[in-house]
């Protein structure tokens, strides 16, 4: 009886985080999921409860589908960039120790102090026709004086490696600093060399801090809004600006909806197969 009464005053702490995942995550959830089964009026614009599936049919138009390919291929190319970029530096700053370490964690954590939207437009300035990039490509005969850079997929991407690569260093760094020097040491002796010590030690052992940060990349750079509507212009978009022309342009709640909710299955279904992944590694180490 003692030990039920203490754990009733315990639950009860519960409830608050509870309460707010309720009404903050899941309640929006359910009723996108709702507006996406009704239709628009286009006379007077009012939602109509149907329960229709043809916002779900509309999806798979070319107009539409195009930018979900372009979301997941953006997202995997920018997460792809940020492991080879990022596997590296985190390899680095593991092997650093004392104040330098700590100094370099910092530094990595630096871009997050400021504003995500202004680091962003930061960027319009250095991706612009006569910019520092453009010079710079210019100056190396790697193209002609007006490479075009901005409004294209290749700033969005620039756009997303810049904003997440943090996100990528901080797990691989927090893998990386708990392989035990000796383990490499051992590798050594018995006539491994570095590139076999690399693959055979070292990247099995880093598989949960790659696995972790792929997903703390791809699933948000996936549903990524600033970067495309600020380094895309209206030439090139994301799903997530495609959601937010339907609710806040077109008006057409029923289908942004359908969207959303289209959306939100390939983030699940990344992050779930992420997860288990992850999981599985876990158990094996």
Same mark, same amino acid.
């Given at each position: +009886?003692?030990?039920?009464?203490?754990?009733?005053?315990?639950?009860?702490?519960?409830?608050?985080? &509870?309460?707010?995942? /309720?009404?903050?995550?899941?309640?929006?959830?359910?009723? =996108?999921? /709702?507006?996406?089964?009704? $239709?628009?009026?286009?006379?007077?614009?009012?939602?109509?409860?149907?329960?229709?599936?043809?916002?779900?049919?509309?999806?798979?138009?070319?107009?539409?589908?195009? *930018?979900? +390919?372009?979301?997941?291929?953006?997202?995997? @190319?920018?997460?792809?960039?940020? =492991?080879?970029? !990022?596997?590296? @530096?985190?390899?680095?700053?593991?092997?650093?120790? #004392?104040?330098?370490? %700590?100094?370099?964690l910092v530094l990595v954590m630096i871009p997050f102090w400021s504003s995500f939207v202004v680091r962003?437009?930061?960027?319009?300035?250095?991706?612009?026709? #006569?910019?520092?990039?453009?010079?710079?490509?210019?100056?190396?005969?790697? !193209?002609?004086?007006?490479? #075009?850079?901005?409004?294209?997929?290749?700033?969005?991407?620039?756009?997303?490696?810049?904003?997440?690569? *943090?996100? +990528?260093?901080?797990?691989?760094?927090?893998?990386l600093e708990r392989i035990d020097p000796n383990l490499l040491h051992a590798a050594h002796d018995l006539?491994?060399?570095?590139?076999?010590?690399?693959?055979? @030690?070292?990247? *099995?052992?880093?598989?949960? #801090?790659?696995?972790?940060?792929?997903? &703390?990349?791809?699933?948000?750079? %996936?549903?990524?809004?600033?970067? *495309?509507?600020?380094?895309?212009?209206?030439?090139?978009?994301?799903?997530?600006?495609?959601?937010?022309?339907?609710?806040?342009?077109?008006g057409d709640y029923p289908f942004g909806s359908a969207l959303a909710m289209a959306l939100t299955t390939?983030?699940?279904?990344?992050? &779930?197969? !992420?997860?288990?992944?992850?999981?599985?590694?876990? $158990?094996?180490?």
């Open positions: +009886m003692r030990g039920r009464r203490a754990a009733h005053p315990r639950s009860l702490l519960v409830w608050p985080s &509870l309460g707010w995942t /309720l009404a903050f995550f899941l309640g929006p959830i359910v009723l =996108l999921g /709702l507006y996406s089964f009704g $239709e628009i009026n286009i006379i007077t614009f009012n939602v109509e409860w149907g329960w229709t599936l043809d916002n779900y049919h509309r999806i798979f138009d070319e107009l539409y589908l195009r *930018p979900i +390919m372009r979301s997941l291929f953006l997202s995997a @190319v920018a997460t792809a960039l940020c =492991l080879v970029i !990022g596997f590296p @530096v985190a390899l680095w700053i593991a092997r650093l120790e #004392g104040r330098r370490q %700590t100094l370099a962003t437009y930061a960027l319009v300035n250095l991706l612009a026709d #006569g910019g520092p990039l453009a010079t710079l490509i210019s100056w190396l005969h790697l !193209g002609d004086d007006s490479p #075009g850079i901005l409004y294209s997929s290749t700033a969005i991407a620039i756009g997303i490696v810049y904003s997440y690569l *943090p996100l +990528m260093i901080l797990p691989l760094f927090v893998a006539g491994a060399s570095r590139w076999r010590s690399f693959r055979r @030690v070292i990247l *099995p052992l880093a598989a949960p #801090g790659i696995i972790a940060g792929c997903i &703390l990349v791809g699933v948000p750079a %996936t549903g990524e809004y600033v970067i *495309p509507a600020i380094l895309g212009g209206e030439k090139t978009l994301m799903l997530g600006n495609v959601i937010a022309d339907q609710f806040l342009k077109v390939i983030l699940t279904v990344l992050l &779930l197969v !992420g997860r288990g992944r992850l999981r599985r590694y876990e $158990e094996i180490a």
